[in-house]
């Protein structure tokens, strides 16, 4: 019995100590690291208009492939839990069309395009 009071002990003073070392006070170099790790992954003017320009360009995607979606969405409907095997070709159609409109390269040749909307949005923005 005594061994499981020592260990208990000890147990207690290990979650006592790592409650501690957990509730100290950031050294300078950490509150430091902390704030350049947030500056980073704030998005500037340009990737904010950018991600809004991503956003009506996946948007226009899906209106173009709206037949596929609808189709796809009636087959999922109507099928319940199988709609894994009895839809796989609307879903391969959907997937295909999306490809096409919303695929890396037509988002560069719509940026291309809309150079100036984006030149507009980034400037209105900041």
Do not use: W
């Not at 003073?13 to 500056?39: G, V």
């Not at 099928?79 to 959907?94: A, H, R, S, T, Y």
């Amino acid at each position: 019995r005594r061994d499981f009071k020592t260990q208990d002990k000890k147990q207690i003073n290990r979650i006592k100590m790592t409650q501690a070392a957990s509730q100290r006070e950031p050294t300078p170099e950490e509150i430091s690291r902390n704030k350049e790790a947030y500056r980073e992954s704030r998005l500037s003017f340009k990737n904010f208009a950018e991600h809004q320009m991503r956003r009506d360009f996946k948007e226009q995607a899906i209106e173009k492939c709206r037949h596929h979606v609808t189709a796809f969405g009636k087959c999922a409907q109507d099928n319940g839990l199988m709609v894994v095997f009895k839809c796989q070709q609307f879903n391969k159609d959907l997937g295909a069309c999306m490809a096409e409109h919303n695929s890396h390269e037509a988002f560069e040749k719509y940026l291309k395009e809309n150079k100036l909307e984006l030149e507009k949005r980034t400037i209105k923005s900041s």
